[in-house]
Protein backbone atom coordinates (compact mmCIF):
# COMPACT_ATOMS: atom_id res chain seq x y z
CA UNK A 1 0.00 0.00 0.00
CA UNK A 2 1.35 3.70 -1.04
CA UNK A 3 0.13 6.65 -0.28
CA UNK A 4 1.07 9.91 -2.29
CA UNK A 5 0.23 13.58 -0.84
CA UNK A 6 0.46 16.53 -2.54
CA UNK A 7 -0.59 20.37 -2.74
CA UNK A 8 1.33 20.94 -0.06
CA UNK A 9 2.94 24.89 -0.06
CA UNK A 10 2.80 28.62 1.07
CA UNK A 11 0.09 30.24 1.62
CA UNK A 12 -0.84 33.38 3.33
CA UNK A 13 -3.35 33.69 6.29
CA UNK A 14 -7.25 33.63 5.40
CA UNK A 15 -5.96 31.37 2.17
CA UNK A 16 -6.82 28.22 1.29
CA UNK A 17 -5.36 25.02 0.24
CA UNK A 18 -6.13 21.56 -1.12
CA UNK A 19 -3.94 18.79 -0.01
CA UNK A 20 -4.67 15.15 -1.90
CA UNK A 21 -3.54 11.72 -1.18
CA UNK A 22 -3.40 8.81 -4.08
CA UNK A 23 -3.64 5.12 -2.53
CA UNK A 24 -2.52 2.29 -4.32
CA UNK A 25 -4.50 -1.08 -4.81
CA UNK A 26 -7.84 0.14 -4.12
CA UNK A 27 -6.89 0.58 -0.67
CA UNK A 28 -9.33 3.55 -0.13
CA UNK A 29 -12.55 0.86 -0.39
CA UNK A 30 -11.32 -1.22 2.62
CA UNK A 31 -9.41 1.33 5.09
CA UNK A 32 -10.36 4.27 6.89
CA UNK A 33 -9.17 7.83 5.79
CA UNK A 34 -7.24 9.92 7.69
CA UNK A 35 -5.58 13.31 7.94
CA UNK A 36 -2.71 14.08 10.92
CA UNK A 37 -0.32 16.85 11.17
CA UNK A 38 2.76 17.56 12.86
CA UNK A 39 4.59 20.83 13.60
CA UNK A 40 7.46 21.01 14.59
CA UNK A 41 7.74 20.57 18.50
CA UNK A 42 4.70 18.90 18.41
CA UNK A 43 3.31 14.94 18.52
CA UNK A 44 1.13 14.18 15.65
CA UNK A 45 -2.32 15.02 15.70
CA UNK A 46 -5.45 13.87 14.19
CA UNK A 47 -6.69 16.04 11.94
CA UNK A 48 -9.98 14.90 10.15
CA UNK A 49 -10.98 11.14 9.22
CA UNK A 50 -13.44 9.18 7.12
CA UNK A 51 -14.84 6.09 8.29
CA UNK A 52 -15.56 3.20 5.53
CA UNK A 53 -18.94 3.75 5.77
CA UNK A 54 -21.41 4.31 3.06
CA UNK A 55 -24.60 6.75 3.00
CA UNK A 56 -25.75 7.05 6.74
CA UNK A 57 -23.21 5.34 7.84
CA UNK A 58 -20.24 7.15 6.95
CA UNK A 59 -18.67 9.58 9.71
CA UNK A 60 -16.31 12.08 9.65
CA UNK A 61 -15.14 13.41 12.31
CA UNK A 62 -12.77 16.76 13.33
CA UNK A 63 -10.20 18.40 15.25
CA UNK A 64 -11.67 21.25 17.20
CA UNK A 65 -9.08 23.44 15.99
CA UNK A 66 -10.00 23.03 12.16
CA UNK A 67 -14.00 22.15 11.77
CA UNK A 68 -15.87 24.39 9.77
CA UNK A 69 -12.96 25.17 8.16
CA UNK A 70 -11.69 22.02 6.42
CA UNK A 71 -13.22 18.75 4.69
CA UNK A 72 -11.86 15.30 4.43
CA UNK A 73 -13.36 13.93 0.97
CA UNK A 74 -12.68 10.72 -1.08
CA UNK A 75 -12.83 10.23 -4.84
CA UNK A 76 -13.62 7.24 -5.78
CA UNK A 77 -13.43 6.92 -9.06
CA UNK A 78 -9.72 7.93 -8.35
CA UNK A 79 -8.92 6.24 -4.86
CA UNK A 80 -8.09 10.09 -3.82
CA UNK A 81 -8.96 11.33 -0.39
CA UNK A 82 -8.30 15.18 -0.11
CA UNK A 83 -8.38 17.78 2.86
CA UNK A 84 -9.42 21.42 1.56
CA UNK A 85 -8.40 23.73 4.18
CA UNK A 86 -10.35 27.09 4.06
CA UNK A 87 -9.46 30.60 6.64
CA UNK A 88 -5.76 28.89 7.28
CA UNK A 89 -4.16 30.45 9.94
CA UNK A 90 0.03 30.14 11.12
CA UNK A 91 -0.81 27.46 13.72
CA UNK A 92 -1.87 25.89 10.47
CA UNK A 93 1.42 25.22 9.61
CA UNK A 94 2.22 21.67 9.82
CA UNK A 95 3.56 18.56 7.93
CA UNK A 96 0.31 16.67 6.87
CA UNK A 97 0.11 13.33 6.76
CA UNK A 98 -2.12 11.20 4.79
CA UNK A 99 -3.50 7.82 6.45
CA UNK A 100 -5.43 4.39 5.91
CA UNK A 101 -5.70 2.56 8.49
CA UNK A 102 -7.95 -0.27 9.60
CA UNK A 103 -7.20 -2.21 13.37
CA UNK A 104 -4.24 -1.79 14.45
CA UNK A 105 -2.55 -1.86 10.70
CA UNK A 106 -1.44 1.80 9.81
CA UNK A 107 -0.65 2.92 6.33
CA UNK A 108 1.26 6.63 5.99
CA UNK A 109 2.31 9.03 3.58
CA UNK A 110 5.30 10.79 3.30
CA UNK A 111 4.21 13.90 4.11
CA UNK A 112 3.47 17.29 2.76
CA UNK A 113 4.52 20.64 3.74
CA UNK A 114 1.75 22.98 4.65
CA UNK A 115 3.22 26.69 6.26
CA UNK A 116 1.08 29.98 6.79
CA UNK A 117 2.66 33.25 6.45
CA UNK A 118 2.68 36.35 5.40
Not at 34 to 62: D, H, I, M
Request: hydrophobic residues 30%.
Amino acid sequence: VQLVESGGGLVQPGGSLRLSCAGSGRVFSFYNLAWYRQAPGNQRELVAERNTGVGSRQTKTYAESVKGRFTISREESNDIVSLQMHDLTPEDTAVYYCNAHVGDIHYWGQGTQVTVAS
